[in-house]
Nanobody
Framework: QVQVVESGGGLVQAGGSLRLSCAAS????????MGWFRQAPEKDREFVAA????????YSADSVLGRFTISRDNAKNTVYLQMNSLKPEDTAVYYC????????????????????WGQGTQVTVSS
């Protein structure tokens, strides 16, 4: 079973930056499509950003477009979420997800399309 572990969360002031990391186990990490989601207090979990296994075209939610960037390093079995110009409304638990089953080289934006999830890392943005 693939394990996914997030790190890099913390407390930051509005306008600041954080980089989240997500390490996934498995010898075929390079074949996983990866995604980031988040859940704010009393809200449903929502899509943030995703990228295909090839690391080609990425896709981000409108709310983070131009501020957040997803990237991956297959040599390290790691995917990153660089978050710049953070806002208080970005405060949430951030989850990393891996799609490990065979699939097209595409990005995926729905929770049900992923089959391995991390425990989440808290990001708090103060005003």
């Amino acid at each position: 079973q693939v394990q996914v572990v997030e790190s890099g969360g913390g407390l930051v002031q509005a306008g600041g930056s954080l980089r989240l990391s997500c390490a996934a186990s498995g010898r075929t990490f390079s074949k996983y499509a990866m995604g980031w989601f988040r859940q704010a207090p009393e809200k449903d979990r929502e899509f943030v950003a995703a990228m295909p296994s090839s690391g080609g075209s990425t896709y981000s939610a409108d709310s983070v477009l131009g501020r957040f960037t997803i990237s991956r390093d297959n040599a390290k079995n790691t995917v990153y979420l660089q978050m710049n110009s953070l806002k208080p409304e970005d405060t949430a638990v951030y989850y990393c997800a891996a799609r490990t089953r065979l699939s097209d080289d595409n990005y995926y934006i729905r929770e049900r399309e992923y089959d391995a999830w991390g425990q989440g890392t808290q990001v708090t943005v103060s005003s």
